[in-house]
């Protein structure tokens, strides 16, 4: 879920019956009770009647096991509302979900060859279907949180009705984290129309840390988004409904915490490599992040950096990392929207997010930092493993995390769609004259566009 700084999940609160589930997760007879709670149907939905969790609480083995199939190439249509569709609300398409795994590369600075599995949303026009289960094991097809969205389907064919080449927003969770982790956003750029990939990060998941922090995951964490980007742009097999159907030149990365960390990498934010080697040759100085340069073999591929220009947009949220880049921010070119939270206990805005956006130079980034918003406000974590992580944005003294997903959503595709498809609709936010709720305040660097 996320890096450095005295971490939530350091001391993570492991209890009975989620050590019971993770042990459990393979059998189809797992819950999430206990742990999490959404409104809704979990299976075949028809839009009239709810579905007892009871009744559906496993899905058949074969359709838990089925995410990674080929999809049907098309769906039985429903009507959709005429474009230009309003950004401040869910949009017209309803949700598919599959699991693409097996993906692997070998790293740059590497000779082992690195696995990664990918979890992806896309529009479908599908109106009943599989349930989802969220937190999969990395390389597994088996979750075992249950998503009761009554408008997401494991595997539904993809609609008709999406655009010919559709935009990509490739997401990185935080340290200890899970794919799924942000799936307000997720979920939301999928029902406007986009395809959204996220991967997991192998070794720096919730399944392989358990709330430790593995800041050595920042070499190839960069890495695992070119990869997927490799994946989905170059390496489908023809028969897959995606095939060729992303826009190549309408690609976001976003990430919360390690993943915000991974979206500014993959952006071109410098790494001060010689710097940090040598403050980490004194024991009395040594940085967190020592970590990244203690492997010679591996100095090089920091010294080059990590970006990829087939990103256009970059969002990352709660992003740590500054004790790595040390003022490289101001190289990333990438119009980037910075989202953080003033009472972020985790990453604080004194160490991380104001030095990170005090480094960065340019008018095309923004920034906005939510007063009363904590670290997991930008995430979906307190709903998911809400028992099992201590408080910094769970708790009802902080922001409303309704309110919080709908100003990340709305600001997001404003910001995206402004940089990659030239629309200026939503110009008011993106100035700052209406910034959706009173405790946001909103920066741009060097006063102009």
């Given at each position: 879920m996320t890096m450095p700084q005295p971490h939530p999940l350091v001391r993570i609160l492991l209890l009975p019956s989620l050590v019971a589930l993770l042990s459990a997760c393979g059998s189809d007879d797992v819950d999430s009770s206990g742990l999490s709670s959404f409104p809704g149907a979990e299976s075949s939905v028809d839009g009239s009647a709810s579905v007892d969790p009871d009744a559906t609480s496993s899905l058949?083995?074969?359709?838990?096991?089925?995410?990674?199939?080929?999809?049907?190439?098309?769906?039985?249509?429903?009507?959709?509302?005429?474009?230009?569709?309003?950004?401040?609300?869910?949009?017209?398409?309803?949700?598919?979900?599959?699991?693409?795994?097996?993906?692997?590369?070998?790293?740059?600075?590497?000779?082992?060859?690195?696995?990664?599995?990918?979890?992806?949303?896309?529009?479908?026009?599908?109106?009943?279907?599989?349930?989802?289960?969220?937190?999969?094991?990395?390389?597994?097809?088996?979750?075992?949180?249950?998503?009761?969205?009554?408008?997401?389907?494991?595997?539904?064919?993809?609609?008709?009705?999406?655009?010919e080449r559709m935009p990509l927003l490739v997401f990185s969770h935080g340290n200890s984290g899970i794919a799924e982790q942000n799936y307000s956003l997720t979920e939301y750029f999928a029902s406007h129309g986009w395809v959204v990939v996220a991967p997991d990060h192998t070794d720096n998941t919730f399944f392989d840390n358990v709330g430790a922090i593995n800041l050595g995951s920042g070499f190839v964490r960069p890495q695992d988004i070119s990869a997927t980007l490799d994946h989905v742009l170059d390496e489908l097999p023809a028969e897959?409904?995606?095939?060729?159907?992303?826009?190549?030149?309408?690609?976001?990365?976003?990430?919360?915490?390690?993943?915000?960390?991974?979206?500014?990498?993959?952006?071109?934010?410098?790494?001060?490599?010689?710097?940090?080697?040598?403050?980490?040759?004194?024991?009395?100085?040594?940085?967190?992040?020592?970590?990244?340069?203690?492997?010679?073999?591996?100095?090089?591929?920091?010294?080059?950096?990590?970006?990829?220009?087939?990103?256009?947009?970059?969002?990352?949220?709660?992003?740590?990392?500054?004790?790595?880049?040390?003022?490289?921010?101001?190289?990333?070119?990438?119009?980037?929207?910075?989202?953080?939270?003033?009472?972020?206990?985790?990453?604080?805005?004194?160490?991380?997010?104001?030095?990170?956006?005090?480094?960065?130079?340019?008018?095309?980034?923004?920034?906005?930092?939510?007063?009363?918003?904590?670290?997991?406000?930008?995430?979906?974590?307190?709903?998911l493993f809400g028992p099992v992580v201590e408080n910094d944005g769970c708790e009802d003294d902080f922001m409303d995390v309704e309110e919080a997903y709908f100003v990340i959503n709305t600001f997001s595709m404003a910001f995206a769609r402004f940089h990659l498809l030239g629309d200026d609709s939503e110009r008011a936010l993106l100035d700052g004259e209406d910034l959706l709720h009173p405790d946001i305040v909103y920066s741009r660097r060097d006063g102009e566009r």
């Open positions: 058949p083995s074969s359709a838990a096991d089925a995410t990674s199939s080929t999809l049907s190439s098309s769906a039985e249509p429903f009507p959709l509302p005429e474009r230009p569709w309003s950004i401040r609300e869910q949009g017209p398409f309803n949700i598919g979900f599959r699991s693409i795994l097996g993906v692997t590369f070998v790293p740059r600075g590497s000779d082992t060859e690195r696995t990664i599995a990918l979890r992806v949303w896309y529009p479908t026009t599908a109106v009943d279907g599989l349930g989802v289960r969220y937190a999969h094991p990395p390389n597994s097809d088996r979750g075992f949180l249950r998503r009761r969205n009554p408008a997401l389907f494991l595997n539904a064919p993809l609609a008709r009705e999406a655009d897959d409904p995606l095939y060729q159907r992303i826009d190549p030149e309408a690609i976001v990365v976003a990430g919360h915490s390690f993943g915000g960390f991974t979206s500014l990498a993959v952006t071109g934010a410098a790494f001060a490599v010689d710097e940090l080697v040598a403050v980490c040759e004194d024991p009395a100085q040594r940085s967190r992040f020592c970590d990244l340069v203690d492997d010679e073999a591996t100095l090089d591929v920091f010294r080059e950096g990590f970006l990829d220009e087939r990103v256009r947009v970059s969002i990352p949220m709660t992003p740590g990392g500054h004790d790595a880049f040390r003022g490289g921010e101001s190289a990333i070119r990438t119009p980037t929207l910075v989202m953080t939270g003033a009472r972020d206990a985790t990453l604080p805005n004194a160490s991380e997010g104001d030095p990170i956006w005090d480094s960065m130079r340019g008018a095309q980034h923004i920034r906005l930092d939510f007063a009363e918003a904590g670290h997991f406000t930008f995430s979906n974590m307190c709903d």
